[in-house]
């Protein structure tokens, strides 16, 4: 894989240079966009409905395609060659929190939790179990590892998606309106939870419309028009 998109004495974990999406070849959803983002950086992106922040949440995290630009995701520029690999890559750096959860409501907390070794052939060894029992106890989820998640209230889903999307210690956490479910309470308990992320120098994303979630520590940006412009 090349590794380029090195700059300056610190290296972005994204970086995004006019990037350009288009559904339809008639619109572009994102258009000339440009983005760097570093360890440590809890961003925040705003923006009215329809204006492209799950598609661009999709294409930093390799869910979706992009038609002109470059992406890079620690080090390694996303293109066609690369794009074989673009499950491996998006397995090891990125984890994915939703509106709605995409949790398994039959099956209990831990074993949503451990969803992403079960396709894998990573082995679970003692580093996994005992950052299983970290993630488990700093998400104050302890008690709620045997119940099965259908009888969970939102906030609790929600903490434990957040468990699921670390697992695997990516460096990047991607969260599209992850409080859009919540109460006033569950947003404040989940925000706080995604500082503490940030704190250990992951980088996170969060789309919301909730504008009280950010404070003047983050970075904040408004997509308008195919572009991100800070707040
Ligand atoms: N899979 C898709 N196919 C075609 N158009 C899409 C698709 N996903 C999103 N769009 C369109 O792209 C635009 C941006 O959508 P989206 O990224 O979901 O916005 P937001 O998350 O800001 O509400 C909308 O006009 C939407 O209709
Ligand atoms: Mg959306």
């Known amino acids: 894989m090349s590794t380029l998109c090195v700059n300056g004495n610190e290296q972005p974990v994204i970086e995004i240079k006019g990037l350009r999406k288009t559904y339809d070849r008639k619109r572009y959803v994102l258009d000339n966009l440009e983005l760097k983002l570093y360890s440590g950086d809890m961003t925040i992106i705003e923006g009215k409905?329809?204006?492209?922040?799950s598609t661009l949440m999709n294409v930093i995290g390799l869910l979706d395609d992009f038609n002109e630009g470059t992406l890079?995701?620690?080090?390694?520029?996303?293109?066609?060659k690369t794009k074989r690999k673009y499950s491996i890559i998006r397995a090891q750096k990125i984890g994915f929190v939703f509106q709605a959860y995409h949790l398994i409501e039959a099956i209990s907390v831990k074993e949503n939790i451990m969803l992403p070794f079960l396709y894998s052939n990573i082995n679970v060894n003692n580093d996994i179990k005992q950052r299983y029992d970290k993630i488990v106890t700093d998400l104050?989820?302890?008690?709620?590892e045997n119940k099965k998640v259908a009888l969970l209230s939102g906030g609790e889903k929600q903490r434990?998606?957040?468990?699921?999307?670390?697992?695997?210690?990516?460096?990047?956490?991607?969260?599209?309106?992850?409080?859009?479910?919540?109460d006033m309470e569950n947003t404040k308990i989940v925000i706080d939870v995604f500082r503490k992320l940030r704190e250990m120098g992951k980088v996170i994303i969060i789309v919301t419309?909730?504008?009280s979630i950010a404070t003047s520590?983050?970075?904040?940006?408004?997509?308008?028009?195919g572009k991100l412009m800070l707040c």
């Open 49 to 53: 409905s329809g204006t492209g922040k």
């Open 72 to 80: 890079c995701i620690d080090g390694i520029e996303i293109n066609k």
């Open 140 to 144: 104050g989820l302890g008690e709620l």
């Open 160 to 182: 434990v998606a957040i468990a699921r999307a670390l697992i695997k210690d990516p460096k990047i956490i991607i969260a599209d309106e992850p409080t859009g479910n919540l």
């Open 209 to 211: 419309h909730d504008i």
């Open 217 to 225: 520590d983050d970075k904040r940006f408004y997509l308008k028009e």
